[in-house]
C-alpha cells in the first residue's frame, strides 16, 4: 500500500490461521491502520493480493466483500447517536444482508445474542450518548459481531479506557475466540497484546520487522527500539 513516495505497508507477507487472535504492534505511523484497511478492502493494493480461504479477493468490491464473514471497528467511536444501542446493533445485521432497519424482527435472536456476548444486556433503548465509552466500544464489537464473522480486525478497541475497562475488552476478546472467532488486533497497550494475543506481527515503517509468539516479540531488540524503548516504562 503506497500512498504517493509514502510507502505505508511495503512488502509485507502474513498468514492468518483460523481460531487465533494475531496483534498487529507498532509505532505510530508504522502502516498497522492501512494494513486492516487493506485486510478489508477499504482502500485497493498498489501491489500484491489478498486470500481467504485460498480464493483471490483483492478486486472485490468493499459493499459486498463484507458478505464473505470479515468485520471490523475503527479507531473512533462511529455509532449513530440518534439510535438506540439495539438499532446500532441490528445495522451490523442488515449492512449484510441488505435489509432496513425498520424491519424488525428478523434477525432479532442474533441482535439479542450480539448484545448478551458483550456485556450490553439491559442497555438496549438506550443511545450511546448515554452510555460509558467503554460500553460505547461493546456496542461497537456487537455490531461487527452480530452478522456472525469469521474473521473481527479491531482498530485500537481500548483507546481512552482505563485499565479495568481494557481488561473486560481483552477478556471479551478472548471468549469470542473460544468461540471460533479469528481475529486481528491494533493496539498500542503492549500488555493487552501480550496477555490478549496467539501471535503478534511488529511493524516499523510499513515492513514486517519481527513476528511470533507475543512474550518473544517484544523482547526482541529490534521492536525494542522501534516501538519499545518509549514506551515499554509507559506500559509494562
Ligand atoms: N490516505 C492516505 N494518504 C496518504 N498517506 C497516508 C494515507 N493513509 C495513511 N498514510 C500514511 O501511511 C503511513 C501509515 O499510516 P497508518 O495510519 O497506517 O499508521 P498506523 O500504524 O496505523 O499509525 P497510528 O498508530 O498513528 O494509527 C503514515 O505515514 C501515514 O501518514
Known amino acids: 500500500m503506497h500512498f ?3 510507502k505505508a505497508v511495503d512488502g509485507l507477507s502474513i498468514d492468518l490461521t483460523e481460531g487465533s487472535i494475531f496483534g498487529v504492534l507498532g509505532p505510530n505511523g508504522s ?3 492501512t494494513l ?3 485486510l478489508t478492502r477499504f482502500v485497493d493494493l498498489t501491489a500484491g493480493s489478498l486470500h481467504l480461504d485460498g480464493e483471490e479477493y483483492h478486486r472485490i468490491p468493499a459493499a459486498t466483500f463484507a458478505r464473505r464473514g470479515v468485520a471490523r471497528t475503527f479507531q473512533t467511536v462511529r455509532l449513530l447517536p440518534g439510535l438506540t444501542v439495539e438499532e446500532n446493533v441490528r445495522l451490523g445485521a442488515d449492512r449484510i444482508r441488505g435489509r432496513g432497519i425498520r424491519e424488525r424482527g428478523k434477525g432479532d435472536d442474533d441482535v439479542a445474542e450480539a448484545i448478551g456476548r458483550t456485556g450490553l444486556r439491559g442497555l438496549e433503548r438506550h443511545r450511546p450518548g448515554e452510555l460509558s465509552y467503554g460500553a460505547q466500544r461493546r456496542v461497537e464489537i456487537a455490531r461487527a459481531i452480530v ?3 469469521r474473521l473481527l480486525l479491531l ?3 481500548t483507546a481512552g479506557m482505563n485499565q479495568s475497562e481494557r481488561q473486560e ?3 471479551l476478546l478472548r471468549e469470542l475466540r473460544e468461540e471460533g472467532l479469528t481475529q486481528v488486533l491494533v ?3 503492549v500488555q493487552m497484546m501480550v496477555d490478549t ?4 506481527f511488529a511493524m516499523n515503517f510499513g515492513k514486517l520487522i519481527a513476528d511470533g509468539v507475543p512474550a518473544s516479540v517484544v523482547r526482541e531488540p529490534a521492536v525494542r527500539e522501534a516501538y519499545l524503548g518509549k514506551r515499554w516504562s509507559e506500559h509494562v
Open 4 to 6: 504517493g513516495g509514502v
Open 31 to 33: 502502516g498497522k491502520s
Open 36 to 38: 486492516l484497511a487493506a
Open 147 to 149: 452478522a456472525k464473522p
Open 155 to 157: 482498530d485500537e478497541p
Open 169 to 171: 475488552i481483552s477478556a
Open 187 to 189: 493496539e498500542h497497550d
Open 197 to 200: 494475543c496467539d501471535h503478534l
